[in-house]
């Protein structure tokens, strides 16, 4: 059973602190798909081929290709969504988000057909099961800085409890997160904290693993972590590249703080491997062996 009481993390306040500083100044930095997660550069040579390899993995692991509905919880600005019906003739897809600036860019698109849903996860009540879930860079902002380790993973065990509830039998879910490396708690960035992602906290693996336990099978874990490095020194180089109409759209003091925070990114993912970046594939068990516990 759900425990309601757990305390969550990032508020919509805190995510459009963010994610809604303006469309148009995401757009100079970010792909053309405006994918704003870590590329997967395997065999990519640029930015868009990376994110589009990115996401037909996790449509893959997620068993997407084969779906008829998939749940894609942090939709963003919409690229996943937009794969899976363009590419992979996915009948119904419906994203979470709660930017009301990346809902207004997806619903702004012409013949765009996705459902777009201004609400967090746990405010999520589909009317019938999907066959896919995938998430990717949202996990990240589910538990807030200064929880205990128990109270994070009573809140991580909440989201695989509604994904397990959410899912068909045999169902797959594919996630993405930025996930604790080399780093304690407390070497987390205030900068980060107070500048970028306000109300938002890293997970460590074992946390993930202990949450999913008796509800999901983990199939493969990936540690990607030098794929974000290589995102963010493209994704700087485009904004410096279009600093000057970056600071036609803002000001100047918010251009140069988000080359800060991507410089700082570079060097947490590929200097001190502070930063994990973990791809997890999971499978719905479908009976599942569960002691009574928070959830």
């Not at 794969?83 to 765009?112: C, F, M």
């Not at 879930?133 to 809140?155: C, D, M, V, Y």
């Not at 703080?257 to 990114?265: A, I, P, S």
């Not at 947490?268 to 009574?292: A, C, D, Q």
């Given at each position: 059973?759900?425990?309601?009481?757990?305390?969550?993390?990032?508020?919509?306040?805190?995510?459009?602190?963010?994610?809604?500083?303006?469309?148009l100044?995401?757009?100079?930095?970010?792909?053309?798909?405006?994918?704003?997660?870590?590329?997967?550069?395997?065999n990519?040579t640029?930015?868009l081929?990376?994110?589009?390899?990115?996401?037909?993995?996790?449509?893959?692991?997620?068993?997407?290709?084969?779906?008829?509905?998939?749940?894609?919880?942090?939709c963003?600005?919409?690229?996943?969504?937009?794969r899976?019906?363009?590419?992979?003739?996915?009948?119904?897809?419906?994203g979470?988000?709660?930017s009301?600036?990346?809902?207004?860019?997806?619903?702004?698109?012409?013949?765009?057909?996705c459902?777009?849903?201004l609400?967090?996860?746990?405010?999520?009540?589909?009317?019938?099961?999907y066959?896919?879930?995938?998430?990717?860079?949202?996990?990240?902002h589910f538990?807030?800085r200064?929880?205990?380790?128990?109270?994070?993973?009573?809140?991580?065990?909440?989201f695989?409890?509604?994904?397990h509830?959410?899912?068909?039998?045999?169902?797959?879910?594919?996630l993405?997160?930025?996930?604790?490396?080399?780093m304690?708690?407390?070497?987390?960035?205030?900068?980060?904290?107070?500048?970028i992602?306000?109300?938002?906290?890293?997970?460590?693996?074992?946390?993930?693993?202990?949450?999913?336990?008796?509800?999901?099978?983990?199939?493969?874990?990936?540690?990607?972590?030098?794929d974000?490095?290589i995102?963010?020194r493209?994704?700087?180089?485009?904004?410096?590249?279009?600093?000057?109409?970056?600071?036609?759209?803002?000001?100047?003091a918010?251009?140069?703080?988000?080359?800060?925070?991507?410089?700082?990114v570079?060097?947490g993912?590929?200097?001190?491997?502070?930063?994990?970046?973990?791809?997890?594939?999971?499978r719905?068990?479908?009976k599942?062996?569960?002691?009574?516990r928070?959830?």
């Amino acid at each position: 059973m759900e425990n309601n009481n757990v305390k969550q993390g990032a508020s919509k306040q805190a995510i459009q602190y963010h994610y809604d500083k303006s469309n148009l100044f995401f757009k100079l930095w970010l792909d053309p798909t405006m994918t704003y997660s870590c590329g997967m550069w395997e065999n990519a040579t640029t930015l868009l081929d990376a994110q589009l390899q990115k996401l037909d993995f996790h449509i893959l692991q997620a068993r997407g290709a084969e779906a008829t509905s998939v749940l894609d919880i942090g939709c963003g600005w919409g690229s996943l969504m937009h794969r899976l019906k363009d590419e992979y003739g996915v009948r119904n897809v419906t994203g979470l988000t709660l930017s009301k600036a990346q809902a207004e860019w997806i619903n702004s698109k012409p013949h765009s057909d996705c459902q777009v849903l201004l609400e967090s996860w746990t405010q999520h009540q589909p009317t019938r099961p999907y066959d896919s879930i995938i998430s990717i860079g949202a996990f990240e902002h589910f538990a807030k800085r200064h929880l205990s380790k128990e109270q994070r993973i009573n809140i991580y065990r909440r989201f695989f409890l509604n994904c397990h509830r959410w899912l068909q039998k045999g169902g797959y879910l594919s996630l993405q997160t930025i996930g604790c490396g080399n780093m304690l708690r407390q070497d987390f960035s205030q900068f980060f904290e107070r500048e970028i992602f306000p109300e938002s906290d890293l997970p460590r693996l074992g946390e993930i693993a202990e949450a999913a336990e008796c509800l999901f099978e983990i199939i493969q874990v990936r540690n990607d972590r030098l794929d974000y490095a290589i995102t963010a020194r493209e994704w700087r180089k485009n904004l410096k590249k279009h600093a000057a109409e970056a600071l036609e759209i803002t000001d100047k003091a918010t251009v140069a703080k988000y080359e800060q925070y991507l410089g700082m990114v570079i060097l947490g993912f590929e200097v001190f491997e502070s930063m994990n970046l973990y791809r997890i594939t999971f499978r719905r068990i479908n009976k599942p062996r569960e002691e009574k516990r928070v959830g």
